[in-house]
C-alpha cells in the first residue's frame, strides 16, 4: 500500500512564527488531505487537495502530485494552531495516513 | 446539519464485554468509515462501506465487526472486547471514498479493564 511519511515528527513556534509541514508519499494519489487535530482532540478538515495550491486563512496548502509530496504553510502562528497535523492520502485504497506533526505555539 | 455523530463519547469495559459503538451521519454520504488512534500509531482504518449493504476490512479489522443496512448509520462492534482495544475510535464518512473530503465524528475514548 501507499506510504506516508510526514516531517518533522515534532515543531515548536513563538506565536507569530511562520512553518512548514511536508508530506511524503510513495505512490500516485487520487486525493490527499490536510486535518488538524486540536488539544480536545477533535479532527479538523482543513484542504482537500489532490494537486496544486490551495489557501484558507493563514494556512495554505501545495501538492505536487508528480514529485509525490504536499506542504502545508502555517503563517503568523497563534496558539490556537497547535495540536496535531495529519495528511492523509488515497490511491487504490481508502484513505491512510501519516503519523503526524504535533506543533506547539508558544506565545 | 449534525455532521457525523459517534456515541458514546466515553466507555469502559472489561475484557471479555461487548458493546457497540455507534455512529450516525446526516449528509447523505456513501462512504463512511471506522479509524482507531493510538499513542505513536497515527490513525489506522478498521474498516469501512462504500453504500448500504457493503463493507470491507481495512488494515486492522480483527475483533471489530460492522455492518451498514442504511446509508447515515455504521456501527462499530467489538464482540469479545481485550485491552489491546483500548483506544479512541473515531468514525469519518465522505461523499466518496476516492476523491472527497473525509469529515470525522468527535471520537469515543475506550477503556478495556
Known amino acids: 500500500g501507499i506510504q506516508v511519511e510526514q516531517s518533522p515528527p515534532d515543531l515548536i513556534l513563538q506565536e507569530g512564527a511562520n512553518s512548514t509541514l511536508r508530506c511524503n508519499f510513495s505512490?500516485?494519489?487520487?486525493?490527499l488531505q490536510w486535518f488538524h487535530q486540536n488539544p480536545w482532540g477533535q479532527l479538523i478538515n482543513l484542504f482537500y487537495?489532490?494537486?496544486g495550491t490551495k489557501q484558507n486563512g493563514r494556512l495554505s496548502a501545495t501538492t505536487v502530485a508528480t514529485e509525490r509530496y504536499s506542504l502545508l504553510y502555517i503563517s503568523s502562528s497563534q496558539t490556537t494552531d497547535s495540536g496535531v497535523y495529519f495528511c492523509g492520502l488515497t490511491g487504490n485504497t481508502p484513505l491512510v495516513f501519516g503519523k503526524g506533526t504535533r506543533l506547539s505555539v508558544i506565545a | 446539519n449534525a455532521g457525523v455523530t459517534q456515541t458514546p463519547k466515553f466507555q469502559v469495559l472489561k475484557t471479555g464485554q461487548s458493546m457497540t459503538l455507534q455512529c450516525a451521519q446526516d449528509m447523505n454520504h456513501e462512504y463512511m468509515s471506522w479509524y482507531r488512534q493510538d499513542p505513536g500509531m497515527g490513525l489506522r482504518l478498521i474498516h469501512y462501506?462504500?453504500?448500504?449493504?457493503?463493507?470491507d476490512q481495512g488494515e486492522v479489522p480483527n475483533g471489530y465487526n460492522v455492518s451498514r443496512s442504511t446509508t447515515e448509520d455504521f456501527p462499530l462492534r467489538l464482540l469479545s472486547a481485550a485491552p489491546s482495544q483500548t483506544s479512541v475510535y473515531f468514525c469519518?464518512?465522505?461523499?466518496?471514498?476516492?476523491?472527497?473530503?473525509?469529515?470525522f465524528g468527535n471520537g469515543t475514548r475506550l477503556t478495556v479493564t
Open positions: 487537495i489532490p494537486s
Open positions: 469519518a464518512s465522505s461523499r466518496g471514498r476516492l476523491r472527497s473530503p473525509l469529515h
Open positions: 462501506s462504500v453504500g448500504a449493504g457493503i463493507t
Open positions: 505512490d500516485s494519489v487520487n486525493n
